[in-house]
């Protein structure tokens, strides 16, 4: 199993509203990743998890707040969003152990804030 | 501070070959990545280099020169199919080690013709 997971894979959403992602991988790996990718845009990290520990918060608004269960999973919660938060939201995982840092990726969730 | 280049767009011929460059400036350096991205989809893996040299896989191959800060994708025989966005990443290091960072360019759009 070489797939990373995403659901959903669109959402509406209020700016009142609180809603999920969630992200899913089964290839042992111990980093995940949140990025978001704005249209015709590169994505760009928002958090890092290694090993169930938040690594690195890129200074993300706390209205994203990134939670990390298990080895497997990783959420991404969401309150108050703002229309400019509309965009792509990709997970990735990769390897920890090993220099080549190789990410795999969701297929994303399409958010649209309203 | 963190910096990636690559052209906007590049136009070329089914059949022939294209060559998408990159140049950064990264604090450290800990592998560069080429990605592959479809429009509304996730990117996926092609190539990794570390070390000086190519990196040929099939119809791909990855060239980087370390002292030069600079990169490039050559792609054989292209395809329709290869119409996309190519994106060029940086991993850079950091004193505790691996970081899992990944610095995206541009991207650049590429669109074969017939």
């Known amino acids: 199993d070489t797939e990373v997971t995403q659901t959903p894979k669109h959402l509406v959403m209020g700016m009142t509203n609180k809603k999920s992602l969630k992200c899913e991988q089964h290839?042992?790996?111990?980093?995940m990743y949140w990025y978001k990718q704005k249209a015709k845009k590169p994505p760009e990290l928002m958090f890092v998890?290694?090993?169930?520990?938040?690594?690195i918060n890129e200074s993300v608004p706390s209205r994203f707040s990134p939670e990390c269960p298990n080895s497997s999973l990783l959420n991404l919660h969401l309150h108050a969003l703002q229309p400019e938060d509309s965009a792509l939201y990709l997970c990735a995982s990769s390897p920890w152990d090993t220099s080549n840092t190789e990410a795999f990726f969701g297929q994303g969730t399409r958010l649209t804030v309203v | 501070g963190q910096n990636i280049d690559q052209p906007t767009e590049m136009t070329a011929t089914e059949g022939a070959i294209v060559q998408i460059n990159c140049t950064y400036q990264t604090s450290g350096f800990n592998g560069l990545f080429w990605y592959q991205q479809h429009a509304g989809e996730a990117p996926t893996f092609l190539s990794y280099?570390?070390?000086?040299g190519l990196e040929e896989k099939g119809r791909f191959s990855s060239f980087l020169s370390r002292s030069k800060g600079y990169s490039y994708l050559l792609l054989k025989e292209l395809q329709m199919k290869d119409s996309a966005s190519y994106l060029c990443?940086?991993?850079?290091?950091?004193?505790?080690?691996?970081?899992?960072?990944?610095?995206f360019g541009q991207g650049t759009t590429l669109q074969v013709k017939p």
């Open positions: 998890y290694s090993y169930e520990k938040l690594s």
């Open positions: 990443a940086v991993s850079p290091s950091a004193l505790s080690g691996n970081t899992g960072k990944l610095i």
């Open positions: 280099n570390v070390l000086d």
């Open positions: 290839m042992g790996h111990r980093a």
